[in-house]
């Protein structure tokens, strides 16, 4: 019952006023059926096979008016009314079924969006902590599954109303009939809790092998070069088998425990019919009438019972499911970066970015610090690269900038202002970032362009393709820029890919451009290209650049090496290469090495 007012909870916050218009309209649907049953006392009369004593029968004195109407007249009035309910009853379901679907649908999609908001304004930290296909998981699969509980809910209130309804009156007709089938429902209900423990263990299990599913083929499926080019088919095959096997199972057992509780109903409903209709004549010498009555009421109640049970068990396993989506909920509310809720204007940095006294470390539970005391200041329109070994911390400083990362001491100042919650999002909006891995959607040139500025014109695209040193491929391409590029843009060299994604950067006229490691993986010819591209933006802008490949800053103004989270040097990079017991000389010297 705590399950279900949760869920009834969740759907009356969304729906409000709908949801008791739907359970007016079940109460409608359950009364309408109720005096369908009440018909049935006037029709037995009516038949005169069976000797009709209505002082027996309570509430069969209502029909007494109908003694003096002759039968070629009460029969058609009276199985005209049962039809007219029957379909008015019906019509009846027809809608609040389209209404009920609508409530349902109308959660999915509220549950859907406010999940994904969450997620989408979540902070970077989030996002390091959690498994990108357990978020996945959640809005794909378990949204649904979550959702479909509203249906068993709403249907089970349905249930509970009519049955409540013929309740009522099955005890106005035959009180002792129907206490004696509600006392083994009730022995029946409490009998089956367990079934509904075990359907909470079975919904759990089935959001955990979910969760691996999608996990898992995420992760092959991001990998599959990885996986064709060393032959590991066999075993990733293998682990599909089994995932796919345990999956099967766990819905073979699911249904096992539905049909199970549901024969216990039906072999119940039988031996208590049997039993009663014994009791009924050899104990108590019931009368036909009364004995058919026995026979319609426990065929209309029972059923319903029964259905009470399989809507239980329907949300218990979808359960885990809801809990799931509200815990994200809930971690994406505390771990809220900004509330998007005014227009706020991109910020013009016309100074500086100052990083002052600045401590940060992943978790704070460790001793030490990923970045250290770090100080420094990067001028407007310039050009500042960060340079290190692997793992120095460049990607956490520049993360740091971006306002992803926050300093756990010092600050970060632009232009003189603290980074904060508040200007963080107008810092996001003046920023442009290109990754070494550029993201692109399998879609055209002038689409993946577009996306950051949707009323960007040709001549804008062309500017933005010439600055990046992209225009004369773009030219080249099939349909120029209605090329459709592929998956991730898979129809274009790893230079041509970071070409457009630099220009998609520029399109969008940010003050700070941010390179992390875009030339890493590129040829000597692609590099030259991003290296032209960066000369012609210097002054326009503020650029920063992680760079590995040293040649690529060669230009820069200034340069800031790291190690070990600490700053050991700063400078223009020609004076830096000049001290030849440093750490920038030794990493200068080891690309020299490595270059053929
Ligand atoms: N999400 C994280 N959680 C915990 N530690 C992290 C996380 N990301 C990075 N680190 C650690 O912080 C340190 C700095 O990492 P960072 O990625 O900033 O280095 P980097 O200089 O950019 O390295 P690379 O050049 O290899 O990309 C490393 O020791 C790394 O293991």
Redesign the pocket.
Known sequence: MKQIMFFLKQIHSFAGRVLYVNLAAMMAIGLLEGVAVLLLIPLIGLTGIIDFDSSSIPLAGIFSFMDDVPVHISLPVILSVFVILAITQNLLYQKITIRNTIIQQGFLRHLRNKTYNGILHSKWHFF??KRKSDLVNILTSEVVRASSGTQSVLQFMSSLITTMIQIVLALLLAPTITIFILLCGGVLVLFNRKFLKRSLELGMRNYELGKRYIGGITDQINGIKDIKSNSLERSRLDWYADITHEMQREQVEYMKLRTTSQVYYKAASAILIAAFIYIALMMFNAQLAQLMLIIVIFSRLWPRVAGIQASLEQIATVLPAFKAVQALQQECRVQEEFVENQQIDPMQLNHQIECKGVYFR??QQEPDY?LENVDFTVPAYKMTAFV??????????V?LLMGLNHPEKGEVLLDGKVLTKQNVLSLRRAMSYVPQDPFLFNTTVRENLQLVKPDATDEDLWEALQFASADSFVEKLPQGLDTLIGDRGIKLSGGERQRVVLARAILRKPSILVLD?ATSSLDTESEAHIQEALERLKGKMTILV?A?RLSTIRNSDQVIV?DE?KIVQKGGFKQLAQDKSKVFNHLLKKQVEIAP
Request: proline residues 0%; aromatic residues 4%; glycine residues 20%.
């Open positions: 390091i902590n992943y978790n990923t290190g070994r692997s793992g120095a911390g460049k990607s956490t400083l993360d490691e992680i590995h790291l989270g």
